[in-house]
């Protein structure tokens, strides 16, 4: 199954790239897509260790399972002061 991965703020700065589309196995769920991309972008895993992940526009646990066609937003912690 192929997912459409788009990354949001500091870590489309530093991953330097919108984002990806990915094929997974049958089955995957948000946290072996977390492992994929700290794969594929080692650049940006410690962020990716604490991104909150929404899939078709809705926040997702690790557990989620996605699906064919799934668009995944990556949204990186937000600290201000």
Same mark, same amino acid.
Request: proline share 4%.
């Given at each position: 199954?192929?997912? +459409? ?5 500091? $870590? ?11 094929? &997974? ?7 072996? $897509?977390?492992?994929? $991309? ?8 410690? !962020?990716?260790?604490? @991104?909150?992940?929404?899939?078709? +526009? ?7 399972? &996605?699906?064919?066609?799934? $668009?995944? @937003?990556? !949204? ?6």
């Amino acid at each position: 199954m192929k997912v +459409q991965v788009r990354y949001f703020a500091l $870590l489309r700065e530093m991953a330097g790239s919108e984002g990806e589309e990915l094929a &997974l196995d049958s089955g995957a769920t948000v946290s072996g $897509l977390r492992r994929e $991309l700290e794969a594929l972008r080692p650049e940006v895993a410690e !962020i990716l260790r604490e @991104a909150r992940f929404a899939v078709n +526009q809705d926040f997702v646990g690790d557990s989620f399972e &996605l699906t064919d066609g799934d $668009l995944v @937003a990556v !949204i990186p912690p937000v600290s201000g002061g």
